[in-house]
């Protein structure tokens, strides 16, 4: 708005109607006759610092900055600041109100209340309008019996329903608001004020209060109770406090008297509540209903109106990684333990919104004139997200290379034997990170379907391999011995997600030619979802064809988005949801000459730009083959999925130390 003849010196400039001042160093501007006119409206913005944005309050004139400093003409109760963004402080007053209107996102206040010793607080909330939750974890007010963030938890509120009157036992109060980035509601208020020191009713278990003066006072207990405020209880008359919940905790609800009259019980991320939020302390000193567990669970995604879903109860439907050929065929069946099968858990209630884990949810446009985007099935992961895409639906319309896969073969067996190769079966391909860490898929180093690793006795690694006959090769092959096993915290045996490990050698690998380690791929844009990768490794069942002849295999695969992937899955019977953690990828015919299926391969996948083997970019490690499905003969057209390393890399870096 500013006009190209405005001056910018510092000039007391008057109104020539009015002779209101407007004060100093305003940008004036000149009107048709060469006047100075500073009712014309100057620049503001572009010059000074008026434009700052009011956030809980409304705007006054523009030009009131300049006289009064202030951009922000009033805030909203409970806002301050000249963007009306600062709340809380300490409040030392007889009585008073607290008022928090319009909250936004991500908010946290933090009140002090005070009075004069020896007089206490007594607190009421007038109105409450704060997102509802069963333990109140998104937006809530939580008071404290002292004057900070450690002093003894009171309550925790939200949604609709006011509170009891809330009495301090002390001269002060801590107040904290807190909201979460989803959504917003009206706020609260909430007055407060001082009391004699009996009108709080210090005197607990029915004792009764006796004021010596205005500022003291002492009680007469009844019988069997002690103590200035009556405070000591005998034994039989109270609920003993139970253990807090396995990840999770529980808050003392007090009720007249500083009586322990309640629990209030909530989980911490990613496990959610079952069973009650609340028990009582009954009469007879036990407490209502049956201890809350905490489970993991998830959140419900939200969807539009145009999105049909379909819950599906928790199963896992299986997912043939190449072990599983190994384990089906006689030569595998030695090397499976036969544990106890264990009847499939019972499942506890959870509150609405909230699903087990494993619990898949199927999607579809409300009208088939509606183009669908993202995952068809999502499945509720044991990190307490959800696999796969937001969905929504709209109106629509060769020696080198070799040499890479000699340093990276491991294997397992049932035999402690180290000395005979004969007594090792070769199971997966891992990957050389340093001269004493192997980055291996989980599955290869667990039983089937759990989530602990194998004894470090059991495993071994070979580097430096080029045959899969150890005694076609006597120069160069290392056999490693292995001094520990780290499987990934999330690892989930199921699903496949985070299928991640890191062997950890009691031998230290010699690199030369034949045994050179490769580097962490960090990328998680466009490189993990386009382009190409090279994969290498060996099958888990040998060739009968090639005999002693065969050689590590090697190929080039196409990296692809997770929907079609999914897309693909589904049609073939195995209805999965691709994680975060993992990457699809199938053979092109147009990708070059290959002898390698992945699917049936316990292989590594790595960029694939060898052209100089030395240069350590170019050998850095994009996933770890994990899981695929069988269609006969090997089609180039079928999708594997793999590990994303990338998303692993902080976690097997601090495991190499």
């Known amino acids: 708005m500013c006009r190209g003849c405005c001056e910018y010196d510092v000039i007391r400039c008057k109104c020539p109607l009015q002779g209101t001042p407007v004060g100093y160093a305003v940008p004036c501007c000149r009107n048709a006759i060469n006047e100075c006119d500073p009712c014309i409206i100057h620049p503001g913005c572009s010059v000074f610092e008026n434009c700052k944005r009011c956030n809980n309050g409304t705007w006054g004139p523009r030009d009131d900055f300049f006289i009064s400093g202030r951009y922000c003409a009033e805030c909203r109760p409970g806002w301050s600041g000249g963007d009306c963004m600062k709340c809380g402080g300490v409040i030392h007053k007889r009585q008073g109100h607290l008022v928090l209107e319009s909250y936004p996102n991500n908010a946290r206040c933090e009140w002090t209340i005070q009075v004069d010793r020896p007089f206490t607080i007594e607190l009421r909330f007038m109105m409450l309008s704060l997102e509802l939750h069963h ?75 006796i004021l010596d003066t205005s500022y003291t006072y002492h009680c007469a207990c009844l019988a069997g109770y002690t103590g200035k405020r009556c405070e000591n209880v005998p034994v039989e008359s109270v609920c003993s406090l139970p253990p807090k919940p396995t990840h999770g905790d529980h808050f003392l609800v007090y009720g007249p008297n500083d009586v322990l009259v309640a629990l209030q019980y909530l989980c911490y991320q990613p496990y959610e509540l079952s069973g009650s939020s609340q028990r009582t302390c009954l009469p007879n000193n036990t407490w209502s209903g049956s201890p809350p567990v905490c489970v993991k669970a998830c959140r419900e995604p939200k969807v539009s109106e145009l999105v049909k879903q379909k819950v599906l109860p928790p199963q896992t439907l299986v997912r043939k990684t190449p072990l599983h050929r190994l384990y089906s065929s006689r030569l595998g069946r030695q090397f499976q333990s036969d544990g106890p099968t264990k009847a499939p ?83 997966c391909s891992g990957a050389l990170v340093n001269q004493r860490s192997v980055v291996v898929a989980a599955h290869c180093v667990t039983e089937l379907g759990k989530v602990y690793p194998l004894d470090a006795a059991k495993v071994k690694v070979v580097v430096g391999k080029h045959y899969r006959d150890d005694h076609r090769e006597n120069k160069g092959l290392q056999h490693l011995r292995v001094a520990s096993i780290v499987v990934h915290p999330d690892y989930d045996p199921h699903i496949l997600d985070s299928d991640m490990a890191v062997i950890k050698l009691l031998d230290k690998a010699r690199i030369g030619e034949k045994v050179l380690p490769l580097c962490l791929s960090d990328s998680q844009g466009e490189e993990a979802t386009s382009g190409q990768g090279m994969v290498t490794g060996w099958s888990p069942l040998p060739d009968s064809n090639l005999g002693a002849d065969e050689k590590a295999r090697v190929g080039l695969v196409h990296l692809a988005d997770i929907v079609p992937c999914e897309q693909q899955y589904a049609r073939n019977g195995m209805p999965v949801s691709v994680t975060e953690n993992m990457l699809c990828a199938s053979q092109k015919p147009d990708y070059g000459p290959s002898n390698i299926c992945p699917s049936d391969t316990g292989g590594i996948l790595v960029l694939p730009d060898l052209s100089d083997l030395q240069a350590a970019d170019n050998r850095r490690l994009l996933g770890l083959v994990s899981f695929g499905y069988d269609q006969g003969e090997c089609d180039p057209d079928l999708y594997t999925v793999y590990t994303r390393v990338a998303n692993f890399k902080d976690w097997i870096e601090s495991n190499m130390k």
């Open 135 to 209: 333990s109140c974890r998104y937006d809530y007010v939580e008071v404290r019996d002292g004057d900070s963030i450690r002093s003894r938890v009171i309550g925790r509120f939200c949604g609709n329903n006011r509170p009891l009157p809330i009495q301090s036992s002390g001269n002060s109060l801590h107040i904290l608001f807190v909201s979460d980035g989803y959504k917003n509601f009206d706020g609260f208020f909430a007055t407060f004020q001082e009391s004699s020191a009996c009108s709080s009713s210090p005197c607990l278990h029915d004792g009764t209060c």
């Open 345 to 427: 858990p019972v499942l506890s209630q959870l509150h609405k919104g909230f699903h087990h884990l494993h619990t898949h949810i199927e999607y579809e446009c409300a009208s088939p004139f509606y183009h669908h985007s993202g995952s068809s099935r999502r499945t509720c992961l044991k990190t307490g997200k959800w696999s796969g895409r937001h969905v929504s639906c709209s109106p629509g319309e060769g020696s080198k290379t070799q040499a890479i896969a000699h340093s990276l073969a491991n294997g397992r067996t049932g035999t402690s034997n180290h000395d005979q190769a004969s007594d090792w079966q070769l199971v």
